[in-house]
């Protein structure tokens, strides 16, 4: 995800700030795929530090130098963090904790936008500083897709369910569900962190006062500005149980990680798993009119899609990865050129992947990437998969 080395004379040096993925496998939370690792620490996060440090004291300043700043909320690095003599902290970060809630009906299943939640988070602030009359900080911490399905019974009662975005596309997604009522909806989870309300107030009634305006304030206020984007229909806001947190939110690492093992081991490692890579061709059968290269949201759904299709049998353990090698268009729509890779400990288990692979792409792994392409706005007529299998080979040590 990126390491960077920080030198000089005033530096409180021998730390590492930040954290390192605990496995290299996809299960790792840091880990979002084809060899993608998201840092735990944010380049605007140590520029805060330094900036603080060169003299940028207040927080209009600093937005001006990091306008991205304000999307980590209290997760940023103070000069008094990475200097022996820095004396500043930063703002909004050593009172009050609260998370909150805010779900967003939408007409289609997807994510909100970085644009978009930097806009929920300013209208949050806002409302926060106005009532506290300090600065605070708004995070958001993660997104959920949720799908309401509603239909009514052979008896006359409606029958109301909730699913995840994976469980609706399962079950075949509005084409299968058409006999009911489908309404999509993204659940928005934010930490906000401010300054008690008066000096030296440190007890829950701030909070609970906050929290009761929030809910009160806070809904009609991201109504006003949502009603402008597409896609978009209402915003209710919701809070959580409030917490108190008196100290900063992030801290540094209190000691350096131990030296490197330097002998060798008494005994071998285990024989290496064997990489298998797989390239396929797949044709998006398309119109004439609606023949247009796939966007890199639409790919990266494309892989995941392969695969999911892929898992529904191999469910040994086994990692499966899928990555994107090109695309262009043809006269009946799309070709899509991708390299499934996947990894096992026993080589015997080669042939029968290869060729459990060519009957899911024909059957229920074409179904599964078919549906979710067209879940992604994807106009076409049928998805084939062209095998390739000549070229299947063992990956060389190194290469993946």
Not at 115 to 140: F, H, M, S, W, Y
Not at 141 to 163: C, F, H, P, W
Request: aromatic share 8%; with cysteine.
């Amino acid at each position: 995800g990126g390491n960077y080395f920080m030198f000089g004379g005033g530096i409180k040096g021998g730390r590492i700030l930040g954290d390192y993925p605990k496995t290299f496998w996809d299960t790792d939370l840091t880990n979002i795929g084809r060899g993608r690792l998201i840092p735990t620490t944010s380049w605007d996060s140590l520029w805060f530090g330094i900036s603080q440090w060169y003299g940028v004291e207040t927080d209009a300043d600093m937005k001006y130098i990091l306008p991205n700043h304000g999307s980590f909320g209290c997760f940023l690095l103070s000069d008094k963090d990475l200097y022996r003599d820095g004396s500043q902290t930063i703002s909004g970060c050593d009172g009050f904790s609260m998370d909150f809630a805010i779900t967003s009906v939408l007409n289609e299943p997807r994510y909100l936008t970085g644009p978009e939640e930097k806009k929920i988070c300013e209208e949050v602030l806002k409302n926060v500083e106005v009532q506290t009359g300090q600065t605070a900080r708004c995070l958001i911490i993660g997104q959920k897709i949720i799908v309401n399905y509603s239909r009514r019974l052979a008896n006359g009662e409606i029958q109301d369910t909730e699913m995840t975005l994976k469980q609706y596309l399962n079950r075949g997604g509005s084409r299968k569900l058409n006999e009911g009522h489908i309404t999509f909806s993204v659940k928005v989870d934010t930490t906000i962190n401010y300054e008690p309300v008066q000096s030296g107030t440190s007890d829950s009634l701030s909070v609970a006062v906050m929290t009761q305006r929030l809910t009160d304030d806070l809904g009609p206020a991201l109504q006003s500005f949502v009603q402008n984007m597409t896609a978009l229909d209402s915003i209710v806001a919701t809070t959580s149980s409030p917490t108190i947190s008196l100290v900063p939110t992030q801290a540094p690492t209190s000691s350096p990680t131990p030296l490197p093992v330097l002998v060798p081991t008494t005994s071998p490692t285990p024989e290496p798993p064997t990489t298998i890579i797989l390239p396929l061709a797949c044709s998006i059968l398309q119109t004439p009119k609606n023949r247009i290269e796939l966007t890199g949201r639409q790919l990266e759904i494309f892989c995941d899609a392969i695969v999911d299709g892929l898992s529904r049998w191999k469910n040994n353990g086994d990692p499966l990865s899928c990555a994107f090698s090109g695309q262009k268009l043809m006269r009946g729509g799309i070709k899509v050129f991708v390299t499934v890779v996947t990894t096992t400990k026993n080589r015997r288990k080669i042939a029968n992947f290869i060729s459990k692979t060519e009957l899911m792409l024909k059957g229920q792994a074409r179904r599964v990437v078919k549906t979710k392409l067209l879940s992604a706005g994807v106009k076409l007529t049928d998805v084939l998969f062209r095998k390739d299998w000549s070229n299947a080979r063992i990956a060389l040590p190194g290469e993946v």
